[in-house]
């Protein structure tokens, strides 16, 4: 039987019984290792075919987990040297849940050290190959997340993480469906933390139905979170059902248009257009603090990061050493060797920004940012139901011109994505069409807990599509 079904189909016929589970699994074992073998989406494959029995009511649905959330008995490393060999005893809050539905784990995949990238080439095991073109970046940092989800094409979904756009920027660039969901909806408790006041655990699938799905099971209050929100589970699939847009607004922000790929603007204009079609209605305004987000992002995000990169110093878990020396000769021995560039360039940066004399002029500064882009957010929702622009300013660049992108090049790279992660917001990406045959992404962004009204545009557009 071939299984080039999706994840829908996969899950009816599980429930009529037509589905041979452990034929199934051999396939996709099969397949999966044969495009690990070619893209290096994953760090870690497990193998499906020890589980002789599925539990509804997913069936055995396989996911597969970035390596920076914490999955039991499975190596959990964030991408980094640092923490090579450590498994943790424990499950993520959303892979607890997603196991008690009858979730499987195929793996766990690449990313960007910590999440410390845009396109996944700063990982300690490897980069990922965007399916498109092996020669471009499958974007970061959930770079092996979205890979996987585009070139797998059997019944699949990604569970992945983002700080700055590690979801939509790889949706974007490998043309699959990346939902971020609002701050707190889902429970950070067993994140691998980058910063703590922007991480947020989301979905990566090839349909808008297939995150819909998975969203219903792991949203909902964890009081092992402190920033979880007191929401109560939902079904997010009634909403991916949509077909008229009718009533609809959308508002198109000027400023993220601004310094972006021609041929990405076009295709963008031309989705706004379609979902226009559909029902909606649609005009343009002003986002005035857009161009304050990126540098407001990088001083709270590096400040959050070298807190929390100082508890790995060859003690208690990851990378070990010979003990010599004093501890602090041994602590910076062991980071000098365990974490890459990148990292020790964020840390670094983010130490600069809380220092004495330092914190006022930078840190609080790019807080007090931070409340004036959600003050911008909610007056535009006052007006429109949904937001609209380009996902990433670019198609998915060649791994030859990513190496010659100062830091400062890379991180203009996140202009686009950081304001809705910032203003901790929901937001989803979705393919709208191709340039010079590489994807580009559609980026919706929504209201606060508006993951419905997100869900529901996306699946009324990706109808409208086929």
């Not at 939902?179 to 703590?196: E, H, K, M, Q, W």
């Not at 991180?411 to 304001?419: C, E, F, G, K, S």
């Amino acid at each position: 039987m071939k299984y080039s079904i999706t994840v829908r189909e996969f899950l009816e016929q599980s429930k009529a019984g037509n589905i041979d589970y452990l034929d199934f699994v051999a396939k996709l074992m099969e397949k999966t290792r044969a495009l690990d073998e070619q893209y290096n989406f994953l760090i870690t494959i497990e193998d499906l075919t020890k589980f002789v029995s599925i539990e509804p009511s997913f069936f055995g649905l396989p996911i597969s987990v970035k390596d920076n959330i914490c999955t039991a008995r499975i190596q959990s490393t964030a991408g980094s040297r640092i923490l090579e060999g450590y498994v943790p005893h424990f499950d993520a809050t959303a892979v607890e849940r997603l196991r008690a539905e009858g979730c499987r784990i195929l793996g766990k995949t690449q990313q960007d050290e910590f999440g410390f990238g845009t396109f996944s080439t700063n990982s300690a095991y490897g980069v990922p190959k965007n399916p498109y073109d092996p020669q471009r970046s499958t974007g970061g940092s959930s770079g092996g997340a979205a890979g996987l989800a585009a070139a797998l094409n059997m019944p699949h979904v990604a569970l992945a993480e983002s700080t700055g756009g590690s979801i939509s920027c790889p949706a974007s660039f490998c043309g699959v469906v990346g939902l971020t969901p609002t701050y707190g909806l889902v429970s950070r408790y067993g994140l691998i933390d980058y910063a703590n006041s922007l991480d947020k655990i989301g979905l990566i699938g090839r349909q808008v139905y297939d995150v819909a799905l998975l969203l219903s099971c792991i949203a909902g209050h964890d009081a092992r979170d402190s920033t979880s929100l007191q929401e109560k589970k939902k079904d997010y699939t009634k909403h991916a059902a949509k077909k008229d847009l009718s009533g609809l607004r959308i508002g198109v922000p000027k400023e993220y248009f601004e310094n972006v790929d021609e041929a990405v603007s076009r295709n963008v204009w031309s989705a706004i257009e379609r979902l226009e079609s559909l029902g909606a209605s649609y005009s343009e305004f002003s986002l005035p603090t857009t161009k304050y987000a990126l540098a407001a992002y990088y001083i709270i995000a590096t400040a959050e990061a070298s807190t929390n990169l100082a508890k790995y110093c060859g003690m208690r878990y990851g990378l070990h050493m010979p003990l010599e020396g004093t501890y602090n000769e041994y602590f910076s021995k062991v980071r000098a060797a365990g974490l890459g560039t990148e990292a020790k360039r964020r840390v670094m940066l983010g130490t600069f920004a809380r220092m004495s004399g330092y914190r006022d002029a930078y840190y609080l500064k790019a807080m007090q940012v931070r409340t004036l882009i959600i003050r911008d957010f909610k007056k535009a929702f006052g007006k429109y139901d949904v937001i609209a622009a380009p996902t990433m300013p670019v198609a998915p660049p060649k791994f030859a011109d990513i190496a010659k992108l100062t830091p400062l090049q890379n991180y203009q790279m996140d202009v686009l994505t950081v304001p809705a992660n910032l203003a901790g917001i929901p937001h989803l990406s979705i393919n709208c069409g191709f340039t010079n045959n590489m994807p580009v992404g559609l980026h919706l962004l929504g209201d606060h807990l508006a993951e419905a009204k997100l869900i529901e545009t996306a699946a009324a557009f990706e109808r409208e599509q086929k």
